[in-house]
């Protein structure tokens, strides 16, 4: 079992910034790949960006150029860090990690929320 703890939301003005800390412990070998998804009232949970264990990065057209997916393997820490941010970033943010044998848990989630 994983636990994963995420932190770093809150509330923030259009164009501002904020960094999310998605802390893992217990199994954390096999993990081949983290990610952060959003979920805003009423809509469907979304992948935001995606990190392999080799570096590898991905991300939603949405996010691209404003948000930077990163992991410290000393830490068992993933980054999100959030630049330029508009109101419609605002969601509750969760943290995944996925293994090799296909199965992948999840954070509790944080509220980020950007608004003036």
């Known amino acids: 079992q994983v636990q994963l703890v995420e932190s770093g939301g809150g509330l923030v003005q259009p164009g501002g910034s904020l960094r999310l800390s998605c802390a893992a412990s217990g199994r954390i070998f096999s993990i081949i790949a983290m990610g952060w998804y959003r979920q805003a009232p009423g809509k469907q949970r979304e992948s935001v960006a995606r990190?392999?264990?080799?570096?590898?990065?991905n991300y939603a057209d949405s996010v691209k150029g404003r948000f930077t997916i990163s992991r410290d393997n000393t830490k068992n820490t993933m980054y999100l860090q959030m630049n330029s941010l508009k109101p419609e970033d605002t969601a509750v943010y969760y943290c995944n990690v996925y293994y090799s044998d296909s199965s992948n848990y999840w954070g509790r989630g944080t509220q980020v929320t950007v608004s003036s």
């Open positions: 990190i392999t264990s080799r570096g590898s990065t």
